[in-house]
């Protein structure tokens, strides 16, 4: 456990988001448990666990099993609150109403009209207040993830699929309309979040994902935290520089993205197996640079043509370039809601704390 030096009051408020994060993670959890993990005394947790009970953001769940004493274990409160999610693919919404511990409550999608910028506001505007219809309790935060690059404040700088958004604070235009917090990120990052949390259940520490669809992009866990740069820019693959066989002044995404739709359409044997060569070796050389730069455990790989068997080709193909000991494990991911996810743990982190600290003991 770190130590903190601080004014009291300070102290005071890291030890309550301490034990509050903790219960939200890994509840169900008593308060032994909590007192073993963080280092707090037991009557340090016993006062902090009333307080938070006391306003509700906490409830019991039952009691250990075994033998000996029994304790009480804890749970985040569901009811306290909920989450509004709206992930855009394409140019569909995916949209959820979301309460405390994650349950997805109310959902559906809905389609984002580009025409303009007014009609692309309207749109989402009608989205969220259609959500706010079907909660069950008071919005807590909204968060809303796009296939685009996105600064550190949640201005839209690059949105392909939607450029009326270009240099538009997403973030501030939603927060002003709803009063509530907003958070705005790229996709690919928020799938990174939601798979790194939801299906790894955070057992490593570092991990790259791989969305290859329309765009070639990542993101990145490092340290057991999204690496997103300076500039946000950071996981940008699809600008590498990797091949000579890409024609001059076609940037690498742009090429992957072609191959990928021919893939998806190609009924002729012959082309496709070329065409599948051609993005094993792509997709490899990527990831090469990737284990030499960052060295991750785990890539994770995402996209309309992308299987296990395909994973399998880019292993063989890594395994002839790099040592051994340094090839990631290659996992591909099937789940379509990572990114929504994503987004629910990611609103919940910024939610729950000034000082998130907690360490896995």
Request: with cysteine.
């Amino acid at each position: 456990m770190d130590q903190y030096v601080g004014q009291p009051q300070f102290l005071k408020e890291v030890n309550y988001n301490i034990v509050n994060n903790l219960i939200a993670e890994k509840g169900p959890i008593s308060k032994p448990q909590i007192s073993q993990i963080t280092g707090l005394s037991l009557p340090t947790v016993n006062k902090i666990v009333y307080y938070l009970e006391g306003q509700k953001r906490i409830k019991e769940a039952g009691t250990t099993t075994g033998l000996g004493r029994k304790a009480i274990l804890y749970v985040t409160n569901e009811e306290l609150g909920n989450i509004l999610t709206l992930s855009l693919n394409g140019k569909s919404f995916t949209c959820c109403v979301v309460n405390m511990i994650g349950d997805i409550i109310h959902r559906f999608t809905t389609e984002l009209d580009t025409t303009d910028y007014d009609s692309s506001i309207r749109c989402v505007m009608s989205a969220v207040e259609r959500l706010m219809d079907n909660c069950s309790a008071k919005v807590m935060s909204i968060g809303v993830g796009l296939p685009a690059w996105v600064g550190l404040s949640g201005v839209v700088i690059n949105a392909p699929t939607v450029p009326v958004w270009n240099n538009v604070d997403l973030r501030k235009v939603l927060s002003d309309q709803f009063n509530v917090p907003v958070y705005v990120e790229s996709n690919v990052r928020f799938a990174t979040i939601g798979y790194y949390a939801w299906t790894l259940k955070k057992a490593y520490h570092d991990m790259v994902y791989i969305s290859v669809d329309k765009e070639l992009s990542s993101g990145m866990i490092l340290n057991d935290k999204l690496y997103s740069g300076y500039s946000c820019f950071a996981g940008a693959c699809g600008y590498m520089s990797i091949s000579e066989n890409i024609p001059k002044g076609k940037l690498l995404g742009d090429y992957v993205s072609e191959i990928v739709e021919k893939m998806r359409v190609t009924e002729e044997r012959d082309t496709l197996i070329q065409l599948r060569k051609e993005l094993v070796t792509l997709l490899a050389d990527v990831i090469i640079n990737y284990i030499s730069v960052v060295n991750p455990e785990i890539i994770v790989l995402d996209g309309p043509v992308i299987n296990k068997e395909l994973a399998k080709e880019i292993s063989d193909y890594i395994n002839k370039v790099i040592p051994q000991m340094s090839i990631p494990t290659i996992l591909v991911d099937n789940n379509s809601m990572s990114d929504t996810y994503g987004i629910i743990t990611w609103c919940k982190y910024k939610m729950n704390t000034g000082y998130n600290i907690i360490k896995d003991a």
